[in-house]
């Protein structure tokens, strides 16, 4: 892998990217496996918004993760598998074990009619059987779309509706904590709403198992002993979709971010290599679901892609106490761990001793991941968790992105707590005004945009390429638009402040407004709603819904309570409000128009310097709605 081993190699990398991004990605691109070379490296237009990548080339992903690394080092451990009771067994999966079982699934696939093209959804606990489930997509061609288990029935009968997926993969069970997730009870209330779906496959991971379908259901056992051992990688172009993956923008639906073979494959491996500047025999920890882009680039295919030994964690970092991070950290003896903010301030309020009490040695680099880290938060990982040895690479980038795109570079870059310094090869950053225009010099702020594509760029939004370019290239005509403000300071470095449009980042995941106010407009005595964003010491922001009610709800406790009943049917728990305040009106503009603006400051307990509310409809809201709001947020 081309490896950034020294800050003039840093600048250097950059300067060969910009000046010749042909040259560099190509260089980058012949560490990896190809069936076919490119004729072209890369074609590209923001204008509308068209970009390919490595065209004419083709090859297999699962290859470059598990055949090409057999030879060398088929024995070493590529998955190891923590699960969320600390007393019961680890698995480990060598890459010749994972190859072959990914190989037998792939064949499990392919016997239940999944041809390349298909879409295969992908609802499971993590557990190794969920990489393997990937894998195996990879394998035969088809896109797989992977949906945390953490969303409702509805939400993911809507993602499997958006890609007419035929066959689902999931689990009896999925273990959180001291709770169990009834897993296959939600697929199945989904799959009464999904006509597509001709099958699904069950993983059984306890003795008592749960109902099954009796046409439409299969064991993943029963199919597995059906299957041949052997499934030859299947050819795929380079810009064949690799897969789907669901995320909230600040309009409708969330949508299907598209990302494809071999741009993917080469930026999350670049990526990989570098960002964590992973040592061969390393044990390297992300603790993200395999449902989100962390799970995917970081969990599982960048270290695979480096042959990298990678650890998943079924349960959760407060059970059974909060040292469970730090007990696996010194059980497995990791030495990279990545992790998100929310993290850290959840553990972090629970004190040091939880991490004091544990050997931490083997760490030496640290990430994080998600949403910005605040300085408090920054110097408590630093100090209690790499024990000032171990710098943090904070990490900013995107679903849509693929992989990381700005982060310090362990004993690379000088590290400056809450900035997430400077961008990766290849990455060209620009902060424009709201007209667009370029904020050059130092030190500057603006909305952060990126000018030049990169490998692992989203393509499109799957079924809706319109939508692609309205989101993120309408805004700014040339430009890549992320949604989020950003500074640079004197140094150049670059910290995200967090989102500039209706998205909230609630504990590292992304949020619509909009689809928060339709599940609660879903409840019968919902006239209108209105959420927003606030800072919330553990989450980051937390949730805040302004509702108006038909008529006064007899007990207004309980209606609140069926408020986050109705987020959670429609969404998941994680979409829950934390504050629901009962309103007679919203500030609204003589067009109709609501003034977030206001909310927001109501939200985060300003009390005055609303600016200018003469155009509303109602000045006299803005009064009551603050009276309201004491004392609500506790
Ligand atoms: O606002 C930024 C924030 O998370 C958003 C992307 O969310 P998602 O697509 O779910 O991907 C999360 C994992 C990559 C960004 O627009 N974000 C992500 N990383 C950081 C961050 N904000 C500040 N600092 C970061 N390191």
Known sequence: ??????????????QHSTDNPEAFWAEVASHFRWQKPWHSVLQWSFNPYQVRWFEGAQLNLSENCLDRHLATQGEQTAIIWEPNDPQAPVRRLSYRELYEQVNQFANVLKNNGVRKGDRVCIYMPMVPEAAVA????????????????????????????????????????????????????????????????????????????????????????????????????????????????????STGKPKGVVHTCGGYMVYAGYTFANVFQYQPA??????????????????????????????????????????????????????????APTAIRSLMSFGEKYPAAYDLSSLRVLGSVGEPINEEAWHWYHDNVGRGRCPITDTWWQTETGGVMIAPLPRITVQKPTFATLPLPGIQPILVDDKGHEISGNPAEGNLCLKFPWPGMLRTTYGDHSRCQQNYFATYP?????????????????????????????????????????????????????????????????????????????????????????????????????????????????????????????????????????????????????????????
């Not at 056992?221 to 990688?233: K, M, S, V, Y």
């Not at 695979?304 to 010194?330: H, K, S």
């Not at 004197?490 to 689809?515: F, K, L, P």
């Not at 006239?527 to 553990?538: L, M, Q, T």
Request: charged letters at 25%; glycine letters at 8%.
């Open 282 to 339: 390393e044990v390297y920890w992300c603790t993200a679901d395999v449902g989100w882009i962390t799970g995917h680039s970081y969990l599982l295919y960048g270290p695979l892609l480096n042959g990298a030994t990678t650890l998943m964690f079924e349960g959760i970092p407060t059970y059974p106490d909060p040292g469970r991070f730090w007990q696996v950290c010194e059980k497995h003896r990791v030495n990279i761990f990545y992790t």
């Open 1 to 14: 892998m081309k490896t950034i081993r020294s800050y003039i190699d840093y600048l250097q990398h950059y």
């Open 134 to 249: 990937m894998l195996a997509c990879a394998r035969v061609g088809a896109i797989h779309s992977v949906v945390f288990a953490g969303f409702s029935a509805q939400a993911l009968a809507d993602r499997i509706n958006d890609a007419t997926c035929s066959l689902v993969l999931t689990a009896d069970v999925g273990q959180r904590g001291s709770k169990q997730l009834d897993i296959k009870a939600i697929v199945d209330e989904a799959l009464a709403a999904c006509p597509s779906v001709q099958r699904a496959i069950v993983l059984q991971t306890t003795p008592k198992g749960c109902p099954m379908h009796p046409t439409r259901d299969r064991w993943w056992h029963t199919e597995l002993a059906q299957a041949a051992a052997d499934c030859p990688p299947e050819p795929m172009e380079a810009e064949d979709m690799l897969f789907i993956l669901y995320t909230s923008g």
């Open 478 to 634: 040339g430009l890549y638009f992320t949604g989020d403000g950003c500074r640079r300071d004197e140094d150049g470095y670059y910290r995200i402040t967090g989102r500039v449009d209706d998205v909230i980042n609630v504990s590292g995941h992304r949020i619509g407004t909009a689809e928060v106010e339709n599940a609660i407009n879903e409840h019968p005595m919902v006239v209108e709603s209105a959420v927003v964003g606030y800072p919330h010491d553990i989450k980051g922001q937390g949730i805040y819904a302004y509702v108006i009610c038909s008529d006064a709800p007899a007990d207004a406790d309980e209606f609140r309570r069926e408020v986050l009943r109705e987020v959670t049917r429609v969404i998941g728990p994680i979409a829950k409000p934390d504050v629901v305040q009962l309103v007679d009106g919203l500030p609204k503009t003589r067009s109709g128009k609501i003034m977030r603006r206001i909310l927001r400051k109501i939200a985060e307990g300003e009390t005055a310097n609303f600016g200018d509310t003469t155009t509303l409809l109602d000045p006299t809201v803005v009064d009551r709605i603050k009276a309201g709001a004491a004392g609500l947020r506790g």
